[in-house]
């Protein structure tokens, strides 16, 4: 460890510790674009400017490392006319498109402004002209007038993807970001450049112009599109959810997520979600509420013999929601209990980065729960009493994210050899139209509980404030449907 | 009176080729340095004083006491990318004695231990390309390139690489960043070249005259080459003079050879009629003298930093009265804000900033606060970039606001240049 002062405080930080880090442990303020702790370092923006006692000149804090009993500060009314100055020569050819822009309330250049700025500009030359709107694929936008190129974009296709398909592209205040020859920027997670870019120069397709970001919450939880479990943070507000960013953890994801997983809130909102039970009848559909419809299945249980009822499960639901689950599963005192497993033959995948081929959030906790109970019944067995006769009453508890299950017509096909199929899910889907039940189910922005990624690592995601439908837990239909009544405040 | 150590023998057309080189004393001193340790060699060059001829005037001992003895594989890269407007002394070397660049990379090849050189030669020197390739080869058929040279066991391996024009690849690393196939963009130190260098290896990137002139330290010995030049600013330099001189050229003086004597008996003094009104000293990035700080200061480092500019590149450009200072200014801003890399913010941003200033006042649409202006965002240029075109560009910028202020007011009240009595479109048509 290295003693150091930052601003006159007296930290201690590990050997090989850059200024600018020191500065972030210190928890002092430091202006910067162009360094990101999950990047190399630029050193190109110039803001990070600091005072280091002995130095004859201002160094920058991201390209200077911690030396033992160094003193170094950034308050001194020569680094704040640096930092000023630095800030000025950003902005001399930025557009001030502010109100048009996307990136308006959540930008660099404006957080900077409100503390270094605050100035009429002395600038009273032509702004230089770059290209607007230049797309760069299915999901990115840029703006080269915005663009502070800062380098953080090209850096992460060197370095996190290895793709390099953005460069910097001529030269002098010409400078523009651009791809080669105009090849797209398409990999699995070209929108991270998104979430680095300080400025409004990259946005996203997908988000962009829907939201002020000032009129948007955001709470952080786990990301249930694999079996990483990336930690991002949803945003969203009364009218919905609108989107996805990571957030970091040195042992999971790090700063990054993949694109994929910018889209695992888009069942979530109203209109995509399954608001009411059906139940099918001779007269048609009957719309019910969610409790009234597990009750109802709860009467069809008793009608049967234990083991003529069958349980499937997918990897999509909480720790807590199968704990409870495979306890009621236990009091109906049935042993056919089954894991849906989807896309097994590509299962076990993984890109080298994030992305995993086991796509659902909680196959680690599924099998626990599972193996805490001794249910090891097979496929084959469950396709063998499917055809035999021998299940009568099959309850799906099903995928929240459906698209990663390419087979479930196939599969509601073969379960609904079972005399009554009831499904769980959190949305519709046009293979559940003959179903017996159907019971809406909560997304996992809409409930407390835990996910066990690939590695065995439990992750909380949490309850947000905004929540669509009234729907159930699995828990919570599994305990109605077990003949149990719920507790009044209980996990709702 | 010139001082013909380096370029005794310029004049000779038969010193270009090998067998002329040779009959001049040329590759003498290989052998001689292979008599030696390179340790032995190194302290010569440093008890010698000599300094980088490239502009910076670094100790080239030193730089190449900083290798790190780690074993692993060092290159030796001449700078030729002679890009300093006004400079041209590289060229005048390399056209006239390019065995004398080889012999002087053979010998500090071997000095830093060091089995790989390339000379980074300007895109625009394309003859001077084809003169080195040609001498490179003479040097390998006559046995002083390649493997176990002379039979001394030391290997040396020497190509020629062209750079493309920018001026930004005259600076060290990026020269490097040029050399490993990458936009050529300079380097963040630390890491130091001499450390992480060339494909990351330790490299000592030196200029052509400095490569050089280690061949007359071994040649003439520590004492001998000491009797040039002052205590700090030993040996004798190459100067391009250029500008409003009667013989403007190339010439070798010692180090602290006064500017008046450089200017009125080598150069001829300036044309009939004509007054000096300033002088460059070291390039267009070194700080403009007026005539009266010229005439007092010498051509040594000391002397040129104790009027506040530098000696640079040697790059002598003498300005007479029939010149206009915002003309010039506005000239020398185009060309740095046509060179700024554009990887940092103040140099990219500034180099525009004040060229556009520059740039609408000699249009005649300058503001009264526009020649402050001007002299602020360049001192904000100052000191906060990666590599020193940043400085480059405010330098200038900075001392003819300062020195020449009422050529700018009057320009910007009058719309018109107070030496031409003219304006910009009827001076340039």
Redesign the interface.
Known sequence: MLKCTVNGKEIEVAEGTMVIEAFKQAGEDIAHYCWHPGLS???????C?IEVEGAP??MIAC?TQVTEGMVVSNNSAKVQ??VK??L???L??HPLDCPICDQAGECGLQDQYMKFGQYDP?????K?KKRKVVDLGRKIVLDTERC??CSRCVRFTDEVTKTSELG?F??????EIGTHEDKPLDNDYAVNVVDICPVGALTSKDFRFKQRVWYLDNDSTVCNGCSTGCNVNVYYNEKGYFRVKPEHNKDINDYWMCDKGRNIFKHVNKESRLLKAMKKTEAGTQMMAPGAAAKDVASLVKNYSSEQVAFVFTGQYTNEEYDDAMMYVDKIGTKNVFHWVNNPESFDDFDGILLRGDKNPNTAGLIKALEAKSFNATWEQLEADLNSGKIKLLVLAGPELQEYFPDIQEKIQLFSKAEKLVVLSSNPNPAYRDVDYLIPMKTFVEKKGSFTNFAGTVQKIQKMRLVVSQALSLNEAMQLMAGDELQVGANL | MEAKIISEHYTKDEFIGIDGYKKHGGYEQIANAFKMQPKEIIEMVKAAGLRGRGGAGFPTGMKWSFLPDNGEERYLLCNADEGEPGTFKDRKMMERAPHQLIEGMIISGYAVNSHKGYIYVRGEYRHIIELLEKAIKEAYDAGYLGKNIQGSGFDFDLDVYSGAGAYICGEETGMISSLEGYKGQPKLKPPFPAVQGYLKKPTIVNNVETLASVKYILRDGVEAYRKYGTEKSTGTKLFSVSGDVQRPGTYEVPLGYPLKQLIEEECGGLKPGRKLKAVIPGGSSAPILNAEEAYKVNMDYESLQSVGSMLGSGAVIVIDDTRCMVDLLDVTLHFYHHESCGQCTPCREGTGWINKIANKIVKGEGRVQDIDLLETVAKNMMGKTICALSDAAAMPTISFVQKFRDEFEFYVREGRSKVKGQTYAQVHG
Request: proline letters at 0%; glycine letters at 8%; one cysteine or more.
């Open positions: 370092v630029a050193g190109v923006c110039r803001l400017m000149r201002l390209n006319e640096a100055w630095g000025d020569f950003h001399i050819n002395e600038m009273a030359e032509r230089v502070i190129l910097i001529n030269r002098g205040d010409r400078s």
